[in-house]
């Protein structure tokens, strides 16, 4: 074993030190940069397209980065539940865990200038997008070093460097957003895309269908990717939607069902839509995933659905534990290398959380800051303008 | 257009036609298709469009073929343009500006002739203007067009037609000032978009018969002009508020609840605000009359002021 693990020490000496876009450099854990291949779990099923392969390539250093990238996400969101039930998140909290392969996924077949927007279970995207876990803990206890300043929420992650666009609350009004997005990107012929995230629950809205139209008509770059945990809070897909084949539904726009749970095949998918909108115009990628927890967490997520499924979709298809395997059975890392990956990990996640607690609540002031933008010298509200900060010329 | 690459323009029909009421004519042949942009009949979803279009960094003017229509998109319209600055904590701004024609035409029906002005007032982070001759159309246009907030433009059916002399060159008006009609003496009648030439005509009587109204078009709709209305209040001690939206929780409602708030000890007589009547607008043209305010009640409100 001690062998082993010094003769990969030595190769790394060897090799180029890659270090991931998102977190630095691991530790024992190989960083080959060699590619291999891996087939995907299952695979892709088209509808008016030609489905990409299902065998993706990928390196030991990508593999250990989505590694620890989905535990940090996963441990993050665990963290958020602690804090919620003890109180100090407050009103709505929408878990991702479960779902993290498609967060991950979708980063990596992305650049920074490709604009993400999604809807209100958005903790690990803004995670995915460089988002820093302190900001985004305060954000959620309301704190002044929020990502939002305090004042959006657990559903108004944003971050505008990253091209990240949130966090939206309503169920469904992301996606002419997202599409209006596309839109800037095609008007300024900048070669990036959109990909607009949206849930099974959200895609039986009426502004979708029109959102798609559009930009199936102007050849917009987006990929809008229908997030299928297969239950719309406590509705379960079959219940609401007639046909719950999400990848269909586009009609006259082609889309591929993938399985959310192998980041590899989303990375597969990903890629793939991104060439195809910017030659094509809009796809819709239907992310086969689960969450473990309920909706939010004022759902218990057991009336619906019984634990046997819950825990068997844990087993069978977790998301992390196929990453684990990969990584065992290609001798990419031991099981204990891994085991205390996840302690630093726990312990980075508890010392964001220590910080964001040290973050004050915003200033009283902050209540009337940014309902305008500063213009003319005008930051005011009310139609009586109360408290003018400028005298009209 | 000319001058900002980022402007665009998006609506139904704005394009090839040249817009219903010809606002948008000879934009697309000047500009092409993609900035002067026909849109599906997807209120909800163009209006959503346009505002992630701006979020990325354009300009875009959405045009609801009519007021009425942009109901429709009311929850992108309040929830992502007026909001969204201020959940994302100031890291997005929204630079959209929502026009389109509303009130009450001629026998267009209860569907097309609506107000919407009392319905948005309330939305945090949304500022509304409302024109009424073609100097400050297109004075309040380009100042809208180059405000960083949101601002819903509100046009009148009926003013389409009226031909003035305005200058060539560039100018802007002020999103936040009121125009001040007629200076006067008597009273303050504060107005906007149509009423204002139902007030001046009924000011023409008023002068026959010994009084002298100060006319102010207020404009701004949301925030109030407090400073020229105030002023105005200052000198004369009366008010009188003509407008066309419904007498339920219209502008001239939260005008008045402003002005007392404010000026209070100025006032001499009780605030009156002539409305439209709290009915769908009827399609029957005398009907359709008695639904709006008309010049002989402007002359009666005032009479009874000044007593």
Redesign the interface.
């Known amino acids: 074993m001690a062998a082993a693990a010094l003769r990969r020490c030595l190769t790394r000496r060897q090799s180029i030190p890659r270090v991931s876009p998102l977190l630095p450099l691991t530790r024992l854990i190989s960083d080959s940069t060699d590619p291999i291949t891996i087939e995907t779990s299952l695979p892709f099923k088209p509808h008016l397209i030609d489905p990409p392969s299902r065998s993706t390539t990928t390196t030991a250093a990508e593999l250990a980065s989505f590694f620890r990238t989905m535990l940090l996400m996963r441990r993050f969101e665990i963290a958020a539940d602690s804090l919620y039930k003890s109180k100090l998140i407050r009103g709505f909290c929408h878990l991702y865990d479960g779902q993290e392969a498609v967060a991950v996924g979708m980063e990596s077949s992305l650049t920074r200038r490709d604009a993400i927007i999604t809807a209100y279970r958005d903790h690990c995207l803004y995670l995915a997008r460089g988002g820093d876990p302190v900001s985004a803990f305060a954000e959620l206890m309301g704190r002044k070093a929020g990502c939002a300043r305090g004042k959006g929420g657990s559903m108004h992650f944003y971050k505008r460097d990253a091209n990240f666009f949130g966090g939206h609350g309503i169920v469904g009004a992301q996606v002419p957003l997202g599409c209006g997005v596309a839109f800037a990107q095609r008007y300024r012929k900048e070669g990036t895309v959109t990909f607009d995230l949206y849930g099974d629950g959200a895609a039986n809205q009426g502004q979708l269908f029109e959102a798609l139209n559009m930009a199936a008509l102007w050849k917009l770059p987006v990929v809008l990717v229908c997030e299928n945990n297969h239950y719309g809070m406590g509705t379960a897909e079959w219940k609401a939607s007639k046909s719950p084949a999400y990848y269909k539904r586009g009609d006259y726009v082609p889309g591929l069902k993938v399985d959310g749970m192998d980041v590899l095949a989303v990375k597969q998918a990903c890629k793939f839509a991104k060439d195809h909108v910017l030659a094509n115009g809009p796809i819709i990628l239907e992310m086969d995933t689960y969450r473990y927890h309920g909706h939010s967490m004022s759902d218990p997520g057991s009336t619906y659905r019984t634990r046997d499924e819950i825990a068997g979709i844990r087993q069978e298809r977790d998301p992390i534990e196929r990453v684990r395997k990969l990584l065992l059975a290609h001798d990419f890392a031991t099981a204990q290398e891994l085991k205390d990956l996840e302690k630093e990990i726990r312990k980075e996640v508890d010392a964001a959380i220590a910080k964001a607690k040290e973050s004050p609540m915003p200033d009283p002031s902050e209540l009337f800051t940014n309902v305008y933008v500063n213009d003319c010298g005008l930051e005011s509200f009310g139609v009586d303008r109360k408290v003018v900060r400028t005298v009209l010329p | 257009m000319k001058s900002d690459p980022t402007v665009?323009v998006m609506g139904e029909d704005v394009g090839h036609y040249g817009g219903s009421y010809k606002v948008t004519k000879g934009l697309a042949e000047m500009f092409g298709d993609?900035?002067v942009?026909d849109?599906?009949i997807?209120e909800?979803?163009?209006?959503?469009?346009?505002?992630?279009?701006?979020?990325?960094?354009?300009r875009p003017i959405v045009e609801g073929m009519n007021m009425g229509f942009l109901l429709l998109a009311y929850?992108?319209i309040s929830?992502?343009c007026g909001m969204?600055?201020?959940?994302?904590?100031?890291?997005?701004?929204i630079?959209v500006v929502i026009r389109g024609p509303g009130g009450v035409g001629r026998q267009l029906g209860a569907e097309h002739s609506q107000r919407l002005e009392s319905y948005f007032?309330s939305i945090?982070?949304l500022?509304m203007v409302a024109c009424s001759t073609p100097y400050n159309a297109k004075g309040l246009m380009k100042a809208a067009i180059r405000?960083?907030?949101p601002v819903v433009l509100f046009e009148h059916v009926l003013l389409y037609n009226l031909k003035e002399k305005i200058p060539d060159e560039e100018y802007i008006c002020?999103?936040?000032?009121a125009e001040m009609v007629r200076p006067g003496e008597h009273v303050t009648i504060l107005t906007y978009s149509r009423m204002r030439y139902h007030v001046m005509q009924a000011a023409k009587t008023l002068v026959n018969k010994g009084y002298d109204p100060e006319v102010i078009d207020i404009r701004s709709l949301?925030?109030?002009?407090?400073?020229t209305i105030g002023n105005s209040i200052k000198k004369t001690h009366r008010v009188l508020i003509v407008e066309e939206c419904m007498r339920t929780g219209g502008i001239g409602a939260?005008?008045r609840?402003?002005i007392i708030?404010?000026f209070w000890d100025y006032l001499d007589a009780p605030i009156m605000c002539l409305s439209s009547q709290d009915v769908p607008t009827p399609y029957a043209g005398t009907l359709e009359d008695a639904t709006v305010v008309q010049p002989a009640q402007i002359v009666a409100a005032v009479e009874q002021i000044c007593q």
């Open positions: 665009c993609l900035r942009l849109t599906p997807a909800n979803s163009f209006t959503g469009m346009g505002i992630g279009a701006a979020m990325k960094g354009l929850n992108q929830n992502n969204l600055h201020y959940t994302s904590g100031g890291q997005f701004k630079p007032q945090p982070g500022q405000s960083e907030n002020c999103l936040e000032e949301k925030p109030f002009d407090l400073h939260s005008l609840s402003a708030d404010n």
